[in-house]
């Protein structure tokens, strides 16, 4: 296999790195982008015709390459602009602004999103934009299309509070919302009648086929599997569902992927070989395949690894009409690419990442681990090419799921061995009942054998989460352990016709510098911490010696608030879960004092006093910590703070 053999694979990285570079600080504006990509394109185009006057083998690949790194920046500019070009909201009277989805049901309220048509302020009407996602109380639910007049102004969504927090406003800014708001009944609707435009038609027909779903499946657990399954409705999942599927480690079957592109794309291939089409006739079947595929893709939103699945088995079937398929290396880069250039912060989604990385570790260890045990037996055969497929996705996904999630699922190959087949049933049903169950007596029958194929399965997954040890929790990889892991992986896979000698002295290189870099951060920790976490009305405490013995004090969080706000920057640092309490005493005034310190904290102002002057303090803000003078005396109502001693 030759790096000069997939060409979108090389471009790949350029698209990238230019796309980080035009979001970065220091990229030109989008003119002066839009100008240099012009003149390296055309300097690109003149050396070319120059070199082919003379008769030239000469390629000036750099300027392709250079025009590549430009194209992305330009894409992280242009994203960049538009975020910025949005409506401030943040001081208007009132708005008028579109619903554009169906109520998604909550606790106490229903979940809708609002996209902004105009703003009043200061005694005039002016055109806006921007997304609100909101809250209501109405009896009477929102519908796609219709005019809401709200009288009040939206509230700007705040970053994270504390360390390692989730970042819920840059979660929801990727998708164009930066405000949100509790309307209650405190609104008007100025049009009743919901829109019937093109641009609503799949959102209609998704919620008239939810609701089609809904009324066939008699099991509520399996009417909320079959709407996550098959139309990646997944919100209103039990709990208790998400957490079996997750120890079962296939909760990948519950977020509409590539797997579920991939069942309908095989069922429609079968059923070609049966009709013993003439070539012609072949084709459009195929185009129509393509356009199906398509169809299902707008139909559930198109998720990353929904879109990436569909413009790969396009791309597969286009060739397969050729006769001529293309690398499957090039049909990945290729598709990212696409991607990329239509929403360029795509490449921060988890599900981009992960579905990618799935597919990638398929094809490039899927052959290495199937060639390791060659079975007797046909059934022996399905099992271990089925166990196969699921260790190559777990083993180059894993370091992203580590670092995102902290869990890894034990019992991940029992699961996959026992449910993903099931789900492959489950699709066959379910993929008719989408397009039949509106006939009746039909539709009865595939929902009442959907509704029994489902409950098996959760019946499956329920089983494998009450097996101990499902799951391994609170695990920690920072980007150099992930690094390291794919590079390990790549080394492998070049084991067996790659220069030996040279793969490893890479292997212990990398080895090395791993352990070298976690030496250097193990000799950073300080020999006494204090963090300062904030929640909604009061502060906790977390006292750490030497990174190991951690205290902890707490003014009066609640258990959802540590969860949310606390819990993540602990298992960052391998803290416990519930750290030995901070010993402290009461002074006359109300001060507290702990016990083998040098602070004291006053709850009443809220602050922190110090004994003796710490090393350094800093406060959180934007994702890192920002440096403080250092005081006496520290102020700790509204922020979370880092203290050395």
Do not use: C
């Not at 019946?459 to 992930?482: F, H, N, Q, V, Y």
Request: charged share 15%.
């Amino acid at each position: 296999m030759r790096f000069a053999d997939f060409p979108f694979l090389r471009y790949l990285p350029f698209v990238l790195l230019g796309i980080f570079w035009g979001k970065s600080l220091w990229t030109p504006s989008f003119v002066w982008l839009l100008a240099l990509l012009f003149f390296v394109w055309l300097a690109y185009l003149a050396t070319v015709y120059w070199m082919a006057s003379r008769k030239s083998t000469f390629q000036p690949s750099y300027l392709a390459y250079l025009t590549l790194l430009i194209f992305g920046a330009l894409l992280g500019s242009l994203e960049q602009n538009q975020s910025q070009s949005l409506s401030d909201l943040s001081s208007v009277e009132s708005y008028l602004a579109e619903v554009t989805m169906y109520d998604q049901q909550k606790a106490n309220s229903f979940e809708n999103l609002l996209e902004v048509k105009s703003s009043f302020n200061a005694g005039k009407w002016e055109d806006a934009s921007g997304k609100v996602l909101v809250y209501h109380q109405s009896v009477l639910p929102f519908e796609p299309g219709q005019l809401l007049l709200v009288n009040k102004k939206p509230e700007t969504i705040l970053s994270p509070t504390n360390p390692d927090e989730f970042d819920y406003k840059a979660f929801l800014a990727r998708q164009g919302i930066t405000y949100r708001q509790f309307l209650g009944k405190d609104f008007h609707v100025i049009d009743s009648i919901p829109s019937k435009r093109l641009e609503y038609f799949l959102v209609h027909l998704r919620y008239a086929i939810g609701e089609m779903l809904k009324a066939k499946i008699p099991d509520v657990k399996s009417e909320q599997i079959a709407l996550a399954l098959l139309l990646g409705q997944k919100k209103n999942l039990d709990p208790s569902i998400r957490e079996a599927y997750t120890q079962a480690g296939v909760m990948h079957i519950l977020a509409v992927s590539g797997l579920h592109v991939g069942i309908i794309y095989a069922l429609f291939l079968l059923i070609l070989k049966p009709l013993k089409l003439k070539r012609e006739k072949a084709r459009l079947y195929l185009l129509l395949v393509i356009l199906i595929i398509w169809l299902y893709a707008f139909l559930t939103g198109l998720s990353p690894s929904v879109v990436r699945a569909a413009t790969m088995f396009s791309l597969l079937t286009l060739g397969q009409m050729r006769e001529r398929p293309p690398s499957v290396y090039n049909i990945l880069a290729f598709s990212a690419i696409l991607m990329i250039t239509f929403n360029p912060d795509v490449i921060f989604e988890v599900g981009f990442q992960l579905s990618y990385l799935a597919v990638l570790g398929i094809v490039m260890l899927y052959p290495i681990i199937l060639d390791l045990w060659l079975p007797r037996s046909k059934a022996l055969e399905y099992i271990w090419k089925t166990a196969s497929v699921s260790i190559a996705a777990q083993l180059a996904t894993f370091p992203l799921s580590i670092y995102y999630f902290h869990v890894f699922p034990t019992y991940f190959l029992l699961g996959n061995l026992l449910i993903l087949p099931l789900a492959f049933i489950i699709m066959q049903v379910g993929v008719p009942l989408m397009i039949l169950g509106w006939i009746p007596g039909l539709g009865e029958i595939l929902g009442w054998t959907l509704s029994g194929l489902i409950w098996a399965q959760n019946w499956i997954a329920e089983t494998i989460r009450l097996i101990p040890g499902g799951k391994i929790d609170r695990l920690t990889m920072d980007m150099s352990g992930m690094i390291f892991v794919w590079a390990m992986l790549l080394i492998w896979t070049s084991w067996r016709f790659g220069p030996k000698r040279k793969l490893t002295w890479t292997a212990l290189t990398l080895s090395f510098a791993l352990v070298g870099f976690q030496l250097y951060l193990e000799l950073q920790t300080p020999s006494k911490e204090l963090i300062v976490y904030q929640g909604k009305k009061a502060q906790l405490l977390d006292f750490s010696i030497f990174g190991q013995n951690v205290y902890s004090w707490n003014q009066g969080l609640a258990g959802e608030e540590i969860s949310f706000g606390v819990d993540p920057h602990r298992v960052q640092r391998h803290w416990p879960q519930v750290p030995e309490e901070l010993s402290a005493y009461e002074l006359d005034s109300g001060q507290l004092v702990f016990v083998g310190t040098d602070f004291s904290f006053l709850p009443d102002e809220p602050a922190l006093y110090f004994s003796s002057p710490p090393k350094s303090i800093h406060f959180w803000s934007d994702g890192a910590w920002n440096d403080l003078p250092i005081t006496s005396r520290l102020a700790v109502d509204s922020l979370a703070f880092r203290i050395l001693f």
